[in-house]
């Protein structure tokens, strides 16, 4: 099954700086999900774009979907040490009934 | 507010025994899944199930079995658990309802040590 590639997979900026996390893929997806993980704990949603979405955007984040290219990015701006965790996109669609393809994630670090 | 719940948080099992790791979910939800997570892989899902009874597998399924009997509950189970199931299991549920593709809701996950 196909899997997101994300990039760059480690990140370390200041608090207050914007931080931009790549994720790129392979075949035709039904939506594109952005997942955060606090060190050893479990996922929390944090935006879904559709297909038919170019820009979505929610609090300090804004995901874009670029079709053609195949890749969307996560901006999270102003960003705080508390935003220091690791972020995944997933894959939805195709064949697979529900499922999702995780990307292996962006480590990031927010320094006070 | 949505809650996934896994049985354990810790567990220690030793080489050769079964495995048991339960998840419950609170929000009615058809599909639930099961990853584990290890280093450099990322997740990668085990099993998953659409409805009460139904199963499918997913990426990497051997040497796991699953089991649910009612709605809000999936069971992982590692028959004859070996080292190198040691990982972070993570349990998830979705809805079914307006698409298939929704988002996925998380459990805290169970680190698994097999010694």
């Known amino acids: 099954s196909q899997q997101g590639e994300e990039d760059p997979q480690a990140l370390s900026i200041q608090e207050g700086e914007n931080a931009t996390m790549n994720c790129s893929y392979k075949?035709?997806?039904?939506?594109l999900q952005w997942y955060r993980q606090n060190s050893g704990r479990g996922l929390v949603h944090l935006i879904l774009?559709?297909?038919?979405?170019r820009e979505k955007h929610s609090g300090r984040l804004r995901v874009t979907l670029d079709t053609s290219k195949k890749s969307s990015s996560l901006l999270i701006t102003a960003s705080r040490a508390a935003d220091t965790a690791s972020y995944f996109c997933a894959l939805a669609g195709g064949t697979s009934y529900g499922k999702l393809t995780f990307g292996q994630g962006t480590i990031l670090t927010v320094h006070p | 507010d949505v809650k996934v719940t896994q049985s354990s948080r810790y567990l220690v099992k030793r080489t050769g025994e079964k495995v048991f790791l339960e998840c419950v979910q609170d929000m009615d939800h058809e599909n639930m899944f099961w990853y584990r997570q290890d280093p450099g892989l990322g997740l990668r899902l085990i099993y998953f199930s659409y409805d009460v009874k139904m199963k499918e597998k997913g990426d990497i399924p051997e040497g796991y079995s699953v089991s649910r009997e009612k709605k809000e509950r999936f069971s992982l189970i590692l028959e004859s658990a070996s080292t190198n199931q040691t990982s972070m299991y993570l349990c998830?549920?979705?809805?079914?309802?307006?698409?298939?593709?929704?988002?996925?809701?998380f459990g805290p996950g169970t680190r698994l040590t097999v010694t």
């Open positions: 998830a549920s979705s809805s079914s309802s307006g698409s298939i593709y929704r988002e996925q809701y």
């Open positions: 075949t035709s997806i039904n939506n």
């Open positions: 774009i559709r297909s038919n979405e």
